[in-house]
């Protein structure tokens, strides 16, 4: 709820894949939202008054959602106002990771193709890990909405990054 309180009414947004973005795509309530997404979980419950594009590409069974070239010819021809991004990892030295560079490649893309905003979705468990493939650089992230159990020996290094960081608080119906 605390990331999806970041969409403005009229903005495009970028989401990739993973439970955590199923929830935020869930908790959408600002109004004329185009969501530009590779999740499958999307399709389930999306909120009323959103226009849904799912990008196709070959499904990937493991992570729910569309991954590979023709993934990546559909997001070569959009731009987003905001991008919200999960991941396996988040570290200030190695940036944003995953372990399917399938899946680091979309959310890569997604990135380069926002304008505004990039904010990722990671709970404190994903905080200071590493996994195997680069989705990108910490300094291209703005915001990183996690839970209160993060460290907060992480908060210097990632705010000297340019990271804001948002603590969301338990929501009722989350």
Known sequence: AAAAA????GDTVLVNSGSTNVQVIRHITAPDVRLITSNAGAVVAPPAGIEMILIGGLYRPQSNSFVGSFAALTLEQVYGSKAIIGVDGVSFKYGLTTPNHQEAEIGRLMIE???GPVIVVADHTKVG????FLTARI???DILVTDAGFEEEYRDDLEKAGVQIIIAGPSAGA
């Open 6 to 9: 970041l969409i403005e009414p």
């Open 139 to 141: 300094d291209e992230v």
């Open 129 to 132: 890990v590493v996994s195997n």
């Open 113 to 115: 193709r926002t304008r």
